[in-house]
């Protein structure tokens, strides 16, 4: 299995790379200049096509998701009335479009991940957040966050009760938008008018305890005359914290290995010493425990306070060995591995965060001129609270008269008759990240007409907008200074040697019981413990000025133009803890701030031309292009295009294409990320590790040519890893995306049926390399050395200490990545009255065919076929929701569905792992698969003149995540995927929103 952990390290970090509303919606008043909604009243004729227009996303020009050159999806307000979705980012990420691939949420608060902990982003098609714009009522809002990482946009910004309505864009959209908008667009369309004081209440309440959520949320609107019209709202949002141990599912990581007949789960039954709940004792932190470093041997407190001699005769004083493995009382094996750990009940998987929000719009007429303006505030606080391990190493006198060869080691001649016993001290330390968060946006345009006689039919629009999030995260961290390897004499080895230097005692001993075991955590935080926070400031400045109008007429309609310009400016100030700068913190990153700067200025232009109308076969057809060319101060100038045909073939079939280039420029951590510091397992990075043993031809010859055996079993320890970002040597990615699709619009029913066919390739993608991949890119590839090679040192043959180890790993953030995919989307919407009521149905699913990643080039193999990672776990090659709805008077019964579909990590490995594998001796089936889930939810709502309230289950069946081997499956909480996001992780819950207008 330890070849191909490499493998499972180059994903992970590929993975984690690239991992709502109540009340009805509201009509949106046409503007010609900017996203308009034309809604068709009449009834069409027999012989003409039935299709409202509702949307448009990605033009100038009016669209709806079924008559668009582009795929389009929208997602009303009501939806996350009657599925009880309290934010923007649950409804988002729930889409078919997302659901599919590894969604960034607060439940990675463990991981470095952009925006710092708490952030929560979309990522369409698994492209990446970074490749996917979020908008605005069509206008780009800044990032916010913390820490030097900051891209996309926090979704925590945007209140649920401001929006009507969300469109998502599903092809390229970079002619339109810019950066960014590679793999989608999700444009958030918010209400512009309140006709009244409203008052809503939601609550979301799990049957087991643990991830409540709340939000209470007030609009008031008003009008001046006929001139000007103003709209208010605020919204609190609560999410409480959910402990791992509150969830089954989450609480217990195991091995997961079952016996091949009886099917009997055989791994880490742990009946321990001090085990008091033989169901959840495998917590992932060693507690109560000390490492003899000379026999390896695990040591525990003697509860007879006897003192037993060690392997090479020392002793510990107050210490005995612990038995490592044995029988249970009905016969089965196992061994024990960790002890109990109930302190670990706060281990937050869900942290604490809540969310205050102020949003006010005013639309002025000023006498021809449309006068919009729209003001955004919004506060995060996100508490985590969680724990680590801390294993400093003790020293201790032993056999001081004797000469014991386990020891000679020790260099120091000082030392020669005077033995020491090198003890690692294995204990849990607390853990606590304290996240806030204030961010303020601006936009303000003016839009009109030119006077009769002057250029008729144009209009013009000029947009500003400026964002600035401030963020700062604090969290305590263990004082290097202060938590260097003791002796009991009070002697530290502060240079990592193995001889303790003369450096003042230590105010705590690691060794006391009461210390080991966690009873007295507050004295171990107070001898070695410190507290830091860092801050963090994101600013962006926008204008924007766009004409549109018809050139002239054509045969078969006007040929309608736009043109634009746009100027964007964007900075980061990124100054972490000083403990993080000085590198004072034992066992976590040490960084630098990112600081930097960057510009653009861009022109674009649009063009719709009707070919054809009422002509046979071909009632309406249209053509459409687009370009944009664009100039950065810190990466390059270029131009990208894309043109759509949109043919109405008669009243039921209509066929729609589109191709587009596209770009995403380099962010600014990606472009000044100063060096940041960690490490990684060598044995988890090392693709030369039992190197004879690999299916890839390249690792074996080049391992070879290193002059490595094939045998190597890795060095101990870790290996220092340096991130840092890649300045101006970045280039820009570049895209090409394809998609074509046909609308089915029966005249017979009310029944719309969209499929649409995409490929998108990204080449150039900008890439944070891991230490995996560094190294991988080095022995992987047909070319031996490369410049791969040269950015990291392994230690020669004769090493005294880590022969042909790897150390110092310099990882830059370079232009080396690409990746491609295809797959077919569809939409279906029914609507049929009946008797006893309206019956809606709405349905969406995603067939992803294939999904290649590749890291360094088309020669580098990641260990399974031609690197398409579709179908493995966090890529589903099938996803899908759907909802079916009956109105009847006042009442509205809902039943939705979510499915996820099989996952499969089996192909990653040389080995079948699904077959009996070795167990530590015993024959045991893996689980490296996740099967087909669905996940149920039903809702009711009443709805008076005045009064709306809403009640509903979600889960109702209480279907809970898939468990997974952890060895086989990277990135796990307890035995569940979270690089598979779309699963339920709360929970079956209550939901019951109330909502008022006086």
């Known amino acids: ?154 979704l ?39 006709d009244s004081l409203e008052l809503n209440g939601f609550i979301s309440q799990p049957f087991e305890s643990g991830g409540e959520q709340y939000s209470l949320s007030a609009a008031y609107g008003f009008d001046l005359g006929d001139f000007a019209n103003f709209t208010f709202s605020a919204e609190y949002r609560l999410d409480e914290e959910m402990d791992v141990s509150q969830r089954d599912y989450l609480d217990c990581p195991r091995d997961y290995v079952r016996d091949p007949v009886s099917g009997r789960l055989i791994d880490r039954l742990n009946f321990s010493a001090t085990a008091t709940d033989p169901n959840r004792n495998c917590s992932s932190l060693y507690h109560n425990t000390a490492i003899d470093l000379f026999s390896e041997e695990r040591l525990v407190p003697s509860p007879d306070g006897i003192t037993v001699p060690t392997a090479f005769g020392g002793f510990i004083p107050g210490y005995r060995p612990r038995v490592g493995t044995g029988f ?31 949003f ?35 020293g201790s006198a032993i056999n001081p008269a004797g000469n014991n060869p386990g020891f000679g080691y020790i260099a120091d001649p000082t030392y020669s008759n005077s033995m020491f016993s090198l003890v690692q001290a294995v204990m849990p330390y607390p853990t606590t990240n304290n996240i806030e968060v204030d961010y303020y946006y601006a936009s303000s345009s003016l ?20 964002s600035r999030g401030e963020g700062s995260y604090g969290g305590n961290e263990i004082l290097a200074s202060l938590s260097g390897d003791w002796n009991l004499d009070g002697v530290a080895d502060t240079d990592g040697d193995g001889v303790p230097n003369t450096v003042g005692p230590p105010s705590i001993n690691y060794l ?135 043919w109405q073939i008669n009243p039921v079939l209509r066929a729609r294409t ?121 022995y992987g590839t047909t070319t031996f050395p490369n410049d791969f090679c040269s950015l990291f040192d392994r230690a020669a043959a004769d090493d005294p200490v880590a022969p042909f180890g790897l150390d110092n790993i310099l990882a830059p953030t370079l232009n080396v990545d690409s990746q491609s995919q295809r797959g077919l989307d569809m939409e279906v919407r029914y609507t049929h009255e009946f008797n006893f009521g309206t019956m809606i149905f709405d349905g969406s699913v995603n067939w992803a065919f294939e999904r290649y990643i590749n890291v360094f080039g088309a020669d580098f193999v990641s260990g399974i076929d031609n690197n398409d990672f579709n179908g493995t776990v966090g890529y589903p090659s099938i996803v899908g929701d759907a909802s079916i709805r009956l109105d009847r008077g006042d009442w509205t019964y809902t039943w939705f569905t979510d499915f996820i579909g099989r996952q499969d990590d089996n192909r990653y490995y040389a080995d079948n792992f699904n077959e009996p594998q070795d167990y530590f001796g015993l024959p045991g089936l893996y689980t490296s698969s996740t099967e087909a889930v669905f996940q149920h939810g039903a809702s009711v709502r009443w709805q008076g003149d005045s009064l709306t309230l809403a009640f509903g289950i979600n889960n109702i069946f209480d279907e809970t995540p898939p468990q997974v081997s952890p060895d086989l499956v990277q990135i796990s909480a307890g035995n569940t995927p979270l690089s598979a996001t779309g699963y339920d992780l709360r929970g079956r819950r209550a939901f019951m929103s109330v909502s008022k207008t006086f």
Not at 25 to 54: F, L, N
Not at 160 to 187: F, H, M, P, W
Not at 331 to 347: K, R, T, W
Not at 714 to 733: H, I, K, N, Q, Y
Request: proline share 4%; hydrophobic share 40%; glycine share 12%.
């Open 328 to 358: 249970t009382a009905d016969g089965q094996p196992f061994y024990e591995d960790i002890l109990d750990a109930p302190f670990l009940d706060n281990q937050d998987f869900f942290p604490k965060n809540e969310n205050l929000s102020l």
């Open 1 to 154: 299995m330890k070849k191909m952990q490499f493998h499972r390290s180059v994903l992970g970090s590929v993975a984690i790379s690239a991992l709502l509303f109540s009340g009805a919606g509201y009509a949106q008043e046409a503007d010609e200049a900017d996203d308009v909604v034309e809604v068709v009243t009449e009834a069409p004729a027999e012989d003409e096509a039935r299709q409202e227009k509702i949307v448009v996303t990605g033009s100038l020009i009016a669209r709806d998701e079924f008559a668009s050159s582009s795929p389009i999806q929208v997602i009303t307000a009501e939806v996350a009335t009657l599925e009880g979705l309290v934010d923007t980012a649950a409804l988002l990420q729930g889409s078919s479009l997302a659901s599919g691939s590894t969604q960034l949420n607060n439940t990675f608060q463990n991981f470095v991940t952009n925006g710092g902990i708490g952030s929560q982003t979309i990522d369409l098609r698994g492209c990446g957040d970074t490749r996917t714009l979020v908008l605005i009522d069509g206008k780009r809002p800044g990032s916010s966050g913390t820490r030097g990482s900051i891209a996309a946009l926090d």
């Open 360 to 394: 006010a719009t005013a639309d002025v007429d000023l006498g021809g001129i449309a006068w919009d303006t729209e003001l955004l505030y919004s506060k995060r606080k996100t508490d985590v609270e969680g724990w680590r391990q801390f294993f400093p190493i003790v």
């Open 447 to 466: 839009s009109g007409g030119f006077a009769p006689g002057m250029l008729d039919g144009w209009s013009w629009k000029v947009d500003g907008s400026y």
């Open 512 to 646: 006391d019981p009461d210390i080991l075991s966690g009873a007295r955590v507050q004295d171990l935080v107070n001898a070695v413990g410190g507290y830091q926070t860092g801050n963090t400031v994101y600013e962006q400045t926008t204008f924007t000025a766009v004409l549109a109008g018809e050139l002239f007429e054509l045969p078969a309609g006007p040929l309608g133009v736009g043109l634009g310009a746009e100027y964007r400016e964007f900075s980061i100030d990124d100054q972490p803890g000083v403990l993080t700068q000085s590198g004072d913190i034992w066992g976590s990153s040490t960084a630098g701030p990112t600081v930097g700067t960057n510009s653009v200025s861009e022109l674009f232009a649009e063009v719709s031309v009707p070919l054809l109308k009422g002509a046979p076969l071909a009632e309406d057809v249209e053509f459409s292009a687009s370009i944009r060319g664009f100039d950065y101060d810190i990466g390059g100038s270029d131009s990208i295009y894309k043109a759509g045909l949109n």
């Open 658 to 778: 589109s191709y587009g280039t596209s770009y995403r420029a380099p962010a600014l951590f990606e472009l000044f990320l100063d060096d940041q510091t960690g490490f990684l397992a060598q044995t988890s990075i090392d693709p030369c590790i039992d190197w004879g043993q690999s299916q890839n031809a390249n690792i074996r010859a080049n391992c070879a040519a290193a002059g490595i055996p094939d045998n190597y079993v890795g060095a101990a320890g870790s290996a220092l890893v340096v991130t840092s970002g890649g300045g101006e040597d970045l280039r820009p990615e570049t895209g090409d995306t394809f998609t074509v699709g046909i609308i089915l619009t029966p005249t017979g029913a009310d029944l719309n049926i969209a499929f649409d066919y995409y490929e998108i390739e990204i080449k150039d993608q900008i890439t944070s390399l891991s230490g995996a991949q560094i190294v991988g890119g080095c």
């Open 156 to 194: 925590n910004v945007v209140p649920q009760s401001i929006i009507q309505r969300v469109e998502i864009l599903k092809d390229g959209a970079s002619t339109i938008y810019g950066s960014d908008a590679v793999c989608g667009v999700v444009n958030i369309i918010t209400r512009d008018s309140v």
